[in-house]
C-alpha cells in the first residue's frame, strides 16, 4: 500500500512536470487555455465562491478567511499561498501543483485533491482535517483518499 501511495504521487508529479514543460502548439491553443494569473495579491476575507480557476496561477496570495467554496483550482499553480481559515468546502484542487502553502485552519469538508502534488508539511496539515466527498468532481472521491490519507 506505501509503494502504491508512493507511486501515485510519483506519476502525478511526472505528469504535471510534462504538461508544465512541454508547450502545445500554436494551433492547439484557444482562448480556453488563456490562464488567469494572481501575483502578489491580497485577497482575503473575499466571496470567490463557485468561481473558475482552472489552469490558474497563484504566487504569493493571501486568501485568509476567503469563501472559496466549490471553486474550480483544477490544474492550477499555486505557491506560497495563504489558504488559513478559508473556505474550501467542494473545492477541486484536481492535477494542482500546490507548493509551500498554509492550509491551516481551512475547511476542506469534501474538496478533491485528486493526482495534486503537495509537499509533505501540506500533506499532513490537510491529512488532519480531511472528510467527506466532492459531489460536484468528475472523480466524487473521498477529500481523504484523494489526498492519500491512509
Known amino acids: 500500500m506505501k509503494y502504491c501511495k508512493y ?3 510519483l506519476a502525478a508529479f511526472l505528469l504535471a512536470l510534462t504538461i508544465l514543460v512541454l508547450p502545445l502548439p500554436a494551433q492547439a491553443q484557444s482562448a480556453a487555455t488563456i490562464k488567469a494569473t494572481f ?3 491580497d485577497l482575503s476575507g473575499q466571496d470567490l465562491s463557485g468561481q473558475d480557476f482552472h489552469n490558474a496561477v497563484f504566487s504569493s496570495v493571501n486568501l485568509q478567511s476567503a469563501n472559496l ?3 474550480n483550482f483544477k490544474g492550477a499553480n499555486i505557491t506560497k499561498v495563504n489558504f488559513t481559515n478559508a473556505n474550501l468546502q467542494g473545492a477541486d484542487f484536481s492535477y494542482a501543483f500546490i507548493n509551500v502553502c498554509n492550509f491551516k ?3 476542506i469538508t469534501g474538496a478533491d485533491f485528486t493526482f495534486a502534488i503537495l ?3 501540506q500533506y499532513r496539515e490537510l491529512c ?3 472528510s467527506a466527498t466532492n459531489p460536484i468532481t468528475d472523480t466524487g ?3 481523504r ?3 492519500g490519507c491512509y
Open 7 to 9: 507511486f501515485l504521487h
Open 145 to 147: 483518499y484523494s489526498l
Open 128 to 130: 488532519k482535517n480531511a
Open 69 to 71: 467554496s466549490n471553486v
Open 119 to 121: 509537499d509533505s508539511k
Open 105 to 107: 485552519g481551512a475547511n
Open 141 to 143: 472521491v473521498d477529500t
Open 39 to 41: 501575483a502578489n495579491t
